[in-house]
């Protein structure tokens, strides 16, 4: 059985950062792919951010470029995703996720958390 579980959301103002965490069990960490998406209301899923456990390379889209950071640790099969100069439109429900390939749609990936509630005031 895979379990995936975000932690670390908030409420913050608008410039202040947050970090969220992963921890997935159940199955082989390395060569997966985990991802961070984010979930607006009356929106749809988008991808934040991921990163693939084998090599460590990093993806980000463009909205969160230069403010958000991806990283793991694999001995704790946890990833975290460090958030700065959060914005208001940064509001979402953001899941954590498991692949086998760092897609940037939702589609692909299989396993998910149950999401953590980022909240930004303007």
């Known amino acids: 059985q895979v379990h995936v579980v975000e932690s670390g959301g908030g409420t913050v103002q608008a410039g202040g950062s947050l970090r969220l965490s992963c921890t997935a069990s159940g199955y082989i960490f390395s060569n997966k792919c985990m991802g961070w998406f984010r979930q607006a209301p009356g929106k749809e899923r988008e991808g934040v951010a991921r990163?693939?456990?084998?090599?460590?390379?990093?993806y980000y889209d463009d909205s969160v470029k230069g403010r958000f950071t991806i990283s793991l640790d694999n001995t704790k099969n946890t990833v975290y995703l460090q958030m700065n100069s959060l914005k208001p439109e940064d509001t979402a429900v953001y899941y954590c996720a498991v692949g086998s390939a760092c897609a940037t749609n939702p589609g692909p990936y299989k396993y998910w958390g149950q999401g953590t509630q980022v909240t930004v005031s303007s």
């Open positions: 990163i693939y456990t084998g090599n460590g390379i990093t």
